[in-house]
């Protein structure tokens, strides 16, 4: 995509170009238009355009949603070398916005750090730091953090050999600084530091929260991540567009599904190309029973945590019965890989609808049971009630979306706020609680379900019984096996899309949906080859863990793991 | 194991001799890895999807504790069988060593998983490329992530295993543990 040199931009960009006008700002920024609006600034201007972006009545981009190093080394026609390219969301005018801080060749890659601004960005810079080797003055604590202390280099730039390894030893798992000061001076005996993890039953996964603990009470705690930093944006830059669909299902693993649409579908608008509506129809399903196996395991992992066994068995159920489902579509039981830029991988089974409909009657009961022994049970609300709450302005700050964002009373859901595929088609509610704390959230996920039930059943009813599942252009779907070997044209798309992969045009796209756990994008560069060259996705869980130590300091040591298990923290994503 | 059943004199109550019983004639280590081989304790060092599966394999409908290796222990102190579920990183490998080691003799290793068995798709800046680089390993279970059916073969082959005797090879961690700088 090419610079836009006459002005005529879309509506917002145009409205922000007019309010920068009358600010110092406007010498300094460059308004363009990209598949979003799009500003270019250099590193000195950008704490005071962040400011102004939050701040400026018309603008109140007050939602930091995500932060990506981009290396240019291998691409044309651009200004500099290292990009930082900021996502931001205006809850108040519903509009994403793309901030570009283009750092000048031949310097030492330094931007002020804007966590004064937007507290989301803290973890977003110290992943562009560790990945990319960006400076950030001004950071509270600029440490690597997914890549491990006795790495060296910076992995994502563009002349970083993917297979090139460092090891670490014990001696390199560092402690932050405070934690072992022993404190006393202070003559205070009851305090201690406790170290949790890596490997705890309560994290779920490979995660480390270190917390200072005064008598019971968490005084100062700080997560350590990046235990399962897989590289898969290393990963997505040494393969097509379609291996990359494989990759994405092991993001968040629990609901795998729908992290392969939100790739596809950010493909997809790169292409221009429609997908069927049977196509998007079983997407559409798919992905909601996904987002049902989800919250099935965040809530019985939750309830494990603090006691309540029982339940993990009442709903992991309805996840074997829906797994059923999905192996009977596409062989797979967990990591589906059943998604296709253009389509899927194939049709579905003929008793498709009926399987749906089974599973809409079997779950609720499920649903039922769980409610019946938890919502109302006396230890599940003290445990979970007035714990772990965040007020809705932090959750803003953090950056906090889906379930934990809706749970402080903020009705963003990308499915209602920026429709896609048929859901604004679908009569559904948006569950919204108030208090904010561990049980709002369990609440708010107990009824998505049922919600997600709700769109289930009206998708299955207007589901067209026969029908194209494929795209038919054929530059980006596979021709159907009996054409290729009969027909000559077939055979070679065949050739091409597997040897070359998908011809995607140049340019740039963030395409977003609702995740399981809040708003999942994929911000994707093409040069025009046969795979990306950079993939960033913007993982809904990243803030969340980011904001849990802010969430527990002050409550007790089982608030945490209560607090913890509420999250929805999948390492997959969280790390990638 | 040789089982034998015999008829003895009549019991007497009075001496405490006779009485019809059965009994059983084997060797020690027989009866002990037997009984090894079906009290499995597991720790799930799970990392990712394969630790998903994991729990399918422990919950309502795999059930399996039908094959005797029901208690899943998260403290290295009282496990036996170290089930790796899920990619290992470069910053994870000094945690699963140190798990390794706290772990009491006897015990075994299941790699679950193509990440832990050999990095799987992962050829990557930060991913070990197999955890026998750093444990050893017993059984390799492959599939991305294995289905339940698989891992619970995996598990009955470690159990045949145990019970034939067989030690594991140590060769490639030994191997690469001494070639790595400290």
Sequence with gaps: ?576 | MVAKSQTLPAYDPKTGAGGSTDFLTTRLETMVSWARSNSLWPLPFATACCGIEFMSVVSSHYDLSRFGAEVVRFSPRQADLLIVAGTVTDKQAPVLRKIYDQMPEPKWVISMGVCASSGGFYRAYHVTQGIDEIIPVDVYVPGCPPTPEELMYGIFELQRKIRSGEKSRDSRSARLAAERPA
């Design chain 1, 1 to 576: 995509m090419s610079a836009v040199d006459t002005p005529s931009l879309s509506a917002p960009a145009e409205r922000i170009r007019g309010r920068l006008a009358s600010t110092p700002l406007a010498e300094k920024v460059e308004v363009r238009d990209l598949d979003l609006p799009t500003l270019e600034v250099s590193p000195p201007e950008w704490p005071a355009l962040a400011k102004w972006l939050r701040d400026d009545p018309e603008c109140r981009y007050d939602l930091f949603l995500d932060l990506a190093g981009v290396d240019n080394l291998k691409r044309r026609g651009q200004k500099t070398r290292f990009e930082a390219v900021v996502h931001l969301h205006s809850l108040p005018r519903n509009e994403h916005l793309r901030v570009k801080v283009l750092l000048p060749d031949g310097t030492n890659l330094t931007i002020p750090t804007v966590t004064g601004v937007w507290p989301a960005a803290n973890w977003f810079e110290r992943e562009a730091f560790d990945l990319f080797g960006y400076d950030f003055p001004g950071h509270p604590n600029l440490r690597r953090l997914l890549c491990h202390d006795a790495f060296v280099g910076n992995p994502l730039r563009k002349d970083y050999a993917p297979g090139q390894r460092w090891f670490a030893t014990d001696a390199d798992m560092k402690m932050p600084a405070w934690a072992l000061d022993t404190d006393v001076k202070a003559g205070h005996f009851e305090t201690q530091t406790l170290s949790i993890g890596p490997s705890h039953p309560a994290t779920h996964g490979i995660v480390h929260l270190i917390a200072r603990l005064d008598g019971e009470r968490i005084s100062r705690a700080e997560t350590q991540i990046g235990y399962l930093h897989r590289c898969f944006e290393k990963m997505s830059e040494t393969h097509t567009w379609n291996q990359v669909i494989p990759f994405t299902d092991r993001l968040n693993y629990v609901s795998a599904m729908i992290n392969g649409v939100g790739y596809v579908r950010a493909v997809e608008k790169m292409l221009g190309v429609e997908v069927p509506e049977r196509g998007v129809l079983i997407r559409t399903i798919l992905s909601e029973f996904s987002r049902i196996m989800d919250h099935c395991v965040d809530i019985g992992a939750n309830l494990v945590d603090i006691g309540a066994l029982t339940n993990f068995w009442y709903l992991y159920q309805p996840r074997e019965n829906i797994y059923d489902l999905i192996e009977a579509c596409c062989g797979a039981r967990l990591t589906v890989s059943y998604v296709r830029v253009g389509g899927l991988a194939f049709d579905v089974p003929d008793d498709f609808v009926p399987r749906c409909r089974a599973l809409l009657e079997s779950i609720p009961k499920f649903l039922d049971d769980v409610d019946r022994l938890v919502t109302n049970n006396r230890i599940v609300r003290n445990r979970l009630q007035g714990t772990g709450a965040v007020t809705k302005e932090d959750a803003i700050a953090w950056g906090l979306t889906g379930p934990m964002l809706r749970a402080c009373g903020v009705p963003y859901d990308v499915r209602r706020t920026r429709p896609y595929d048929f859901y604004d088609k679908f009569d559904w509610d948006i569950p919204v609680a108030s208090d904010g704390d561990n049980f709002a959230r369990y609440l708010v996920r107990m009824e998505e379900m049922r919600q997600s039930l709700k769109i289930i059943r009206q998708a299955v009813d207007i589901f067209p019984e026969k029908g194209p599942v494929n795209s038919s252009d054929w530059h980006v779907v596979l021709p159907p096996k009996d054409a290729v070997y009969h027909d000559m044209e077939s055979l070679i798309y065949h050739f091409k899309l597997i040897m070359e992969g998908i011809k995607v045009p140049a340019g740039e796209r963030y395409e977003w949906i609702e995740g399981a756990n809040g708003e999942l994008g994929f911000y994707a560069i093409s040069t025009g080859g046969g795979g990306p060259y950079r993939l960033k996705v913007r993982p809904p869980c990243f803030p969340n863990m980011a904001a849990f130590e802010k969430i527990i300091v002050g409550g007790t040591i089982s608030d945490a793991i209560a607090t913890l298990g509420t999250l929805n923290v999948i390492a997959g994503e969280l790390d990638r």
